[in-house]
């Protein structure tokens, strides 16, 4: 078979693909596997049962029924849904959107296909855009979404090394240099992998930066504000006209409804609205029907707050003091936990990269994410990226203890070679 140029990028094996295929085969092929690497969030009971109770409401109704099976959604996606969402965002928040700056997309990765390659690539005088990450490491489904090479640049983080073997990245704005040709600037809050919350001075400071080069500035928060609010520290939420907010339902604990709002100036969601019409169609209905309810009540706010925060909250905690007691007095440090569902790790010298850690655990079956798969946009000459990996603790407590034993002694192993 010949492929295209398309074909070639994006029908061959990648971080993503690989990410999803052990996430696929761990949770529905090959029970017995750890699994402690993708994105697919904790199963919390009581958010579950909103959901159920939600979900049998539409099915009683034959309405609603019709409207969740029956019915195609126009381009920018359910429309009193929209409604909801900026009605939401705008009493808790003080914005002035309506539903004209707020579309739906088949989850957020799609979300981003289309805004990414909206902004950059080959511009239409000739020239070439590319994407700015102020702080990298940044999310591994970015890398490789892009339709032309060198899609992204991303600025290398100053490191702040705490106490009890902790540390922090920053953005070195000292460092932060972009020109002509850089399309926008995206950070996600709180990061993925790291769980690092960028301060709202940070926020403040690249958005001015943003502005003042007349370009957009994209937050993504699948895992943070205002939904599902997955920090452990005081942050506010960011929007003006020129920034760009991804929302995601995934984290929210519904993954298999596929559903991205993208939150932007009315320009712009027109343009991705019309996208989105070309690639998708039309959005699914699944999702904005079982969270119309909850926003227009402000109930998919205090799910966040008063359950799904409190259970990975008290999970990176617990995680954090499971690995200090099995790494012991090996050469390591954990990105401050301030939101998402990860730990990141950094076994400074490590004498192994992190894909042969990951290949290791594996076959000892236990699933990690390595590392130097989150440095989009920067070059692999950074030692740094080989010597770190990401793992979840959303799992059931048993299985994460289970694999954090099971990490520590594969790394203590690969340091004593």
Known sequence: MELSQFGHKFAGSTGIVELMDDLGSALNENPEMIFMGGGNPGRIPEVEAVFKRRLESVLQDPAQLHSLMGIYQSPQGDKQFLIEIAALLNKQFGWTLSERNIAVSNGSQPAFFILYNMLAGKMMDGSHRSVHLPLAPEYIGYTDIGLTDRFFTATRPEIELLDDNLFKYHVDFSKLKIDQNTAAL????????????????????????????????????????????????????????????????????????????????????????????????????????????????????????????????????????????????????????????????????????????????????????????????????????????????????????????????????????
Not at 219 to 237: H, M, R, T, V
Not at 394 to 402: E, G, I, K, L, Y
Request: glycine residues 8%; charged residues 20%.
């Open 186 to 417: 995206c950070v996600s809050r709180p990061t993925n992998p790291t769980g690092n919350v960028l301060t709202d001075a940070e926020v403040e400071h690249l958005d001015e930066i943003a502005s003042q080069a007349g370009i957009p500035l994209i937050i993504d928060s699948a895992y943070g504000l205002p939904f599902p609010g997955i920090l452990f520290n005081e942050a506010k939420p960011h929007w003006n006209e020129n920034t760009v907010l991804v929302l995601s339902l995934s984290k929210l604990g519904l993954p298999g409804v596929r559903t991205g709002i993208v939150v932007g100036n009315q320009e712009l969601i027109t343009a991705f609205s019309n996208a989105n019409t070309v690639v998708s169609l039309a959005c699914g209905n699944f999702g904005p029907t079982i969270a119309r309810e909850l926003v227009k009540s402000g109930e998919i706010l205090s799910l966040g707050r008063d359950l799904i925060k409190p259970f990975y909250q008290d999970r990176a905690t617990q995680a954090v003091e499971w690995f200090r007691q099995a790494l012991g007095s090996v050469s390591y440090r954990i990105h401050k936990p301030e939101g998402a569902i990860f730990l990141w790790l950094w076994f400074e010298g490590l004498p192994i990269t992190s894909q042969v850690l990951y290949e290791r655990l594996k076959d000892r079956g236990v699933l990690i994410v390595p590392g130097h798969n989150f440095f989009p946009g920067m070059d692999d000459g950074w030692q740094h990226q080989q010597e770190c990996i990401r793992v979840s603790y959303a799992q059931d407590a048993v299985s994460v203890h289970n694999g954090i034993k099971l990490i520590a002694a594969e790394v203590i192993k690969a340091f004593a070679e």
